[in-house]
């Protein structure tokens, strides 16, 4: 158990839809990034927070946001959502803005039918 | 942006026998190069990492080089168990003021018996 939790563990919805992911990071831990890993695939960089400000971005659509709350966990919003968005979204943490291991949380799958 | 390019996308070895993987990475500005390991269905977990002041790094049965000249790292793998059967993320960073952690296609590893 790494200390990243995330919720929903599965989520199925439908095209045109819009969810929410949510993750909490370890305890003390300011860095929060979220991660796109489709079937087979490695995993893509969306959106880095840390300390609630946005600190790097990666191939992030647009009908993806995500925001980091005063408490430090973190929601990735999806919306209109694609078939070709059913993946494994991960939320990861670290203490520091870079250069270090990151944590991952269990990951949430979301099929959209 | 970085580019991390890895190899080979599978590979399958003897138990006993020794697993290497190889990485290259395009921006000379990255210093910070992990290794992830994702057992199926699992999240992924950092397995060793080497930053650029160093040119190799062991821990047991893994270790990881890395030549900066020639902008590729690996991991090496000796007496391979059952248990090492998963699939292996190189990444590169950079940190300096714009971290992000760019991952390899990843290596499907499978341990013959």
């Known amino acids: 158990d790494s200390g990243v939790t995330q919720t929903p563990k599965h989520l199925i919805t439908a095209t045109g839809q819009r969810v929410t992911l949510r993750c909490s990071p370890r305890s003390g831990d300011l860095s929060v990034y979220w991660y796109q890993q489709s079937l087979d695939q490695g995993l893509q960089f969306l959106i880095q927070y840390y300390n609630g400000e946005e600190r790097a971005k990666g191939n992030i659509l647009e009908r993806f946001s995500a925001q980091q709350f005063p408490d430090l966990h973190s929601e990735l919003n999806l919306s209109s959502l694609e078939l070709g968005d059913s993946a494994l979204y991960f939320c990861?943490?670290?203490?520091?803005?870079?250069?270090?291991?990151?944590?991952f949380g269990p990951g949430t799958r979301l099929t959209v039918l | 942006g970085e580019n991390v390019e890895q190899h080979p996308s599978t590979l399958s070895v003897q138990e006993g026998d020794s697993a290497v993987i190889k990485c290259t990475y395009s921006?000379?500005?990255?210093?910070?190069f992990p290794w992830y390991k994702q057992e199926l269905g699992k999240r992924p977990q950092l397995i060793i990492d080497i930053r650029s002041n160093v040119g190799e790094k062991k821990d047991q049965r893994i270790a990881v080089t890395l030549n900066k000249t020639a902008k590729h790292f690996s991991l090496h793998i000796t007496e391979t168990q059952p248990e090492d059967s998963a699939v292996y993320f190189c990444?590169?960073?950079?940190?300096?003021?714009?971290?992000?952690?760019?991952f390899g296609t990843g290596t499907r590893l499978t341990i013959i018996p």
């Open positions: 921006d000379s500005a990255s210093n910070y």
């Open positions: 990444a590169a960073e950079t940190n300096f003021g714009n971290e992000k952690l760019t």
């Open positions: 990861a943490s670290s203490p520091r803005a870079g250069g270090g291991e990151q944590f």
